[in-house]
C-alpha cells in the first residue's frame, strides 16, 4: 500500500540555526499538508500544498512540493524554541478518503 | 469556539473489560475518524467516517469498532481490549474533500491516552 516517509526521525540544532523535514511518498499525491504537533498537544493544521512545485511561506517556514507531486519539505530559518516539536506530513483525502500520515520528524532547539 | 471534544482524556483498564471513547465535534464536519499514536509510528488512522452511516476502515482497524449514528459524535468502542492497543488516541474532523484535489484541514481532539494491563 501506499507509505509516506519522513527524514529525519529526530533533530537537535542549536537555537538561530535552519532546520528541513523531508517528507516523500511511494505514489503520487493529489496534495500534502504539514502538521505540527507540541510535546503533550494535538497535531495542528499549518498548511496545504496543492500545485506541482508550489512553495509557500509562514513567516520562518517554508513549504515545498516536489515537481513529481511525490516529495514535499518544511524550511525552518533561524529556530527559536517555539519551533519545539513533531512535524508531521499527511497525504490527505483526496486520493483514498483515508489519511496517511508520515511518522514525523521531533524537533528539539538547545537554547 | 470551533472544537473537537474527547472522553475521557485519560483511562487505565485491564484486559478484555470493554470501553469507549467519545468524540464530538461542533463544525458540522462531514468526516470523522480516530487514529492511535505511537513513538517512531506516527498517527495511523483506525477507522473514518464521511458522513452519518457511513464508516470504513483505516490502516489499523483490527480490534476496533465505530458507529456514525449522528453528524456530530463518532465514539471508539473496544469491545476487548488487550495490552497492544495501550496508545494515545485522537479524533479529528473536516469537511470533505472539495472533488478538485484539494482536501481541507482536519481539527484534531485533545488526545485520550489509554493503558490496557
Known amino acids: 500500500g501506499q507509505q509516506v516517509m519522513q527524514i529525519p526521525q529526530y533533530q537537535h540544532v542549536q537555537e538561530g540555526e535552519d532546520f528541513t523535514t523531508y517528507c516523500n511518498s511511494s505514489t503520487t499525491l493529489s496534495n500534502i499538508q504539514w502538521y505540527k504537533q507540541r510535546p503533550g498537544g494535538h497535531p495542528v493544521f499549518l498548511i496545504q500544498?496543492?500545485?506541482?512545485?508550489e512553495v509557500k511561506k509562514q513567516k520562518r517556514l517554508t513549504f515545498q512540493f516536489g515537481e513529481a507531486k511525490k516529495n514535499s519539505s518544511l524550511h525552518i530559518t533561524a529556530t527559536q524554541t517555539t519551533d519545539v516539536g513533531t512535524y508531521f506530513c499527511a497525504d490527505g483525502k483526496t486520493s483514498y478518503d483515508k489519511v496517511i500520515f508520515g511518522p514525523g520528524t521531533s524537533l528539539s532547539v538547545i537554547p | 469556539e470551533a472544537q473537537v471534544t474527547q472522553n475521557p482524556r485519560y483511562l487505565i483498564t485491564v484486559t478484555g473489560k470493554k470501553l469507549t471513547v467519545t468524540c464530538s465535534q461542533n463544525m458540522n464536519h462531514e468526516y470523522m475518524s480516530w487514529y492511535r499514536q505511537d513513538p517512531g509510528l506516527g498517527l495511523r488512522q483506525i477507522y473514518y467516517?464521511?458522513?452519518?452511516?457511513?464508516?470504513d476502515k483505516g490502516d489499523v482497524p483490527e480490534g476496533y469498532k465505530v458507529s456514525r449514528k449522528e453528524k456530530r459524535n463518532f465514539p471508539l468502542i473496544l469491545e476487548s481490549p488487550s495490552p497492544n492497543q495501550t496508545s494515545l488516541y485522537f479524533c479529528?474532523?473536516?469537511?470533505?474533500?472539495?472533488?478538485?484535489?484539494?482536501?481541507?484541514?482536519?481539527?484534531f481532539g485533545p488526545g485520550t491516552r489509554l493503558t490496557v494491563t
Open positions: 500544498l496543492v500545485k506541482s512545485g
Open positions: 479529528a474532523s473536516s469537511l470533505l474533500h472539495s472533488g478538485k484535489g484539494v482536501d481541507y484541514e482536519q481539527y
Open positions: 467516517s464521511m458522513n452519518v452511516e457511513v464508516t
